[in-house]
């Protein structure tokens, strides 16, 4: 069983950089694929960013490319999403998300529906 809690949500204004965080509880951390999603009110849940088991394949949605990294502290159990250069479009619900069962490590996991667990949410508001 895997419990993700986000954390490090907040209200920043436009440019500012963020960094939220998912703890994993989960005892094969270092072996999970994991993601980066977000929601905002009325629109599908989106994808943002993902990591690939192995830790050396990452994918970012086009509209962060250049202003999103992701990493994980493996030591930590802790998965990290940083954001620059924030802007009101990235207004939304994050949710982080981990996928236990990786045949393929190499491989960072775009869809929703790849993942297995899910965290509660953190929400990040950006103000103009």
């Known amino acids: 069983q895997v419990h993700l809690v986000e954390s490090g949500g907040g209200s920043v204004q436009t440019g500012d950089s963020l960094t939220i965080s998912c703890a994993n509880s989960?005892?094969?951390?270092?072996?999970?694929?994991s993601g980066w999603f977000r929601q905002a009110p009325g629109e599908e849940r989106q994808f943002v960013s993902a990591?690939?088991?192995?830790?050396?394949?990452?994918a970012h949605a086009d509209s962060v490319i250049g202003r999103f990294t992701i990493y994980r502290d493996n030591a930590k159990n802790v998965m990290y999403l940083r954001m620059t250069g924030l802007k009101p479009e990235d207004t939304a619900v994050y949710y982080c998300?981990?996928?236990?069962?990786?045949?393929?490590?190499?491989?960072?996991?775009?869809?929703?529906?790849?993942?297995?667990?899910w965290g509660q949410g953190t929400q990040v508001t950006v103000s103009s």
């Open positions: 998300a981990a996928r236990v069962f990786t045949p393929v490590t190499r491989v960072a996991y775009r869809r929703p529906d790849e993942y297995s667990y």
């Open positions: 989960g005892d094969a951390f270092s072996r999970h694929a």
């Open positions: 990591m690939s088991a192995s830790g050396g394949i990452t």
